[in-house]
């Protein structure tokens, strides 16, 4: 509360400075977008949560978010794996058989995949990182791979956020995205 006192506080005091800083005599100078010089990776979130709890903040994360996908993989397996291990220490596989290093191997590597030949999804049951779709509940996926153990079953009260919609339905047509509440 009190941050968003000082933010709208300076809000007004830019605004007035603005507004009582112009006259009739101030010419307008257009200016063009510069977009030389370099640009840099500020994140990367192909699949939700993963960079959140698999990378420590701080200097690592950034190197990280700067690291391309085709490296992240072998620079970073052993670092999700050891966390993983941290989390969950009683993980054998997961619900899609994957053992530590082939399910971390997976996710060291931040991309989202597309299947050209299955339906697009996040995880429906029988696809599996195909995609994803709006309406999939991304988390709880993830969650049943990291505690769910190999049936999915094991840690009931740890595969689930318990957020089980979006907080308004999707549109039909596009863009598809909910209108602001």
Same mark, same amino acid.
């Given at each position: 509360m009190k941050n968003n006192i000082f933010k709208i506080l300076a809000l007004s005091l830019m605004a007035t400075a603005v507004f009582t800083s112009c006259n009739d005599n101030d010419e307008f100078i257009s200016q063009q977008t510069d977009f030389s010089g370099t640009f840099v990776q500020a994140d990367?979130?192909?699949? =939700?949560? $993963?960079n959140t709890v698999f $990378?420590?903040?701080?200097a690592p994360k950034n190197t990280f978010n700067t690291t391309i996908p085709s490296a992240m993989g072998a620079a970073y397996q052993s670092v999700f794996q050891t966390r993983l291990m941290n989390l969950n220490p009683a993980y054998t596989t997961n619900a899609l058989g994957q053992t530590a290093a082939q399910f971390t191997g997976l996710l060291a590597t931040d991309v989202l995949g597309v299947?050209?030949?299955?339906?697009t999804t996040f995880f429906d049951g029988t696809n599996v990182l195909t995609g994803r779709a709006l309406a999939d509940d991304v988390i709880d996926t993830e969650l049943l791979l990291i505690f769910g153990g190999p049936g999915? &079953?094991?840690? =009931?009260?740890? &595969?689930k956020d318990n957020v089980n919609s979006n907080d308004k339905p999707f549109l039909t047509s596009f863009?598809?995205?909910a209108s602001a509440w």
């Open positions: 990367q979130m192909g699949r =939700p949560a $993963i $990378i420590a903040s701080g299947s050209k030949v299955a339906p999915g &079953t094991s840690n =009931p009260g740890l &595969t863009p598809y995205l």
